[in-house]
């Protein structure tokens, strides 16, 4: 069993929706982190959470630690968000889970 | 401040030969990590590196696989004698001195090995 399950693998949606991706995880963590990888490859780290929630525009993250689950929000999704997401947790090298690959349609 | 560089972004080598990766941390950074993807896979840790030391290489293969972070100049990784499943992207980070155990790290564009 992998230590980060993600869900689900592939999303597709309309733009101007509420979007929702899933991770747990299995073992006790420092830090847990969502990064986006854009088609061209390139990863961007979006947020790094060890309690709580965090918001960065349209971006929402939450995390609860007890039940060792986050979950990543984008609100009035738009095209350009279509990438892979990918939920990773650290104490130092990063555990990444599969990812998600969303595709926003107009 | 500029972010984490890597280069080459592409590599092309023929089976045999010898593939060297370079990656320079963002200023101020004391740890590299190095993570590869294979095609149509996640990515996956390879080593973690401070100045001068090797921290953590449980994900980097045995052989014909090195890496160092010497005390000036960039990271580098090392592939010897290329086969066509060393094929992928790899991926450098770095992050500053560890705080409270937690890090962020900031990523390279990656450089794309093709073996020929």
């Known amino acids: 069993k992998n230590e980060v399950e993600q869900s689900p693998q592939n999303l597709t949606a309309q733009e101007g929706e509420f979007i929702t991706i899933n991770c747990s995880y299995s073992?006790?963590?420092?830090?847990l982190h969502w990064l986006q990888q854009h088609p061209g490859g390139g990863i961007v780290s979006l947020f790094m959470?060890?309690?709580?929630?965090k918001k960065h525009g349209r971006l929402i993250a939450t995390i609860n630690i007890q039940e060792k689950h986050s979950s990543l929000h984008i609100t009035a999704s738009h095209p350009r968000d279509s990438a892979v997401y990918i939920c990773a947790h650290s104490n130092y090298q990063l555990i990444w889970g599969a990812g998600t690959k969303l595709i926003i349609k107009p | 401040n500029a972010g984490v560089m890597q280069n080459p972004r592409h590599l092309v080598r023929r089976r045999g030969q010898e593939a060297r990766l370079r990656c320079s941390p963002m200023?101020?950074?004391?740890?590299v990590y190095w993570y590869r993807q294979l095609p149509e896979e996640g990515l996956k840790f390879m080593v973690y590196l401070q100045k001068e030391n090797i921290i953590d290489e449980s994900g980097m293969p045995k052989e014909r696989f090195s890496a160092e972070f010497p005390k000036e100049g960039p990271s580098i990784l090392r592939i010897q004698q290329v086969v066509r499943g060393d094929s992928a992207a790899y991926f450098c980070?770095?992050?500053?001195?560890?705080?409270?155990?937690?890090?962020?790290?900031?990523f390279g564009p990656g450089t794309r090995l093709t073996v020929t």
């Open positions: 980070a770095s992050s500053p001195q560890r705080i409270g155990g937690i890090y962020e790290q900031y």
């Open positions: 200023k101020g950074h004391s740890h």
């Open positions: 959470l060890s309690s709580g929630k």
């Open positions: 073992v006790g963590i420092s830090a």
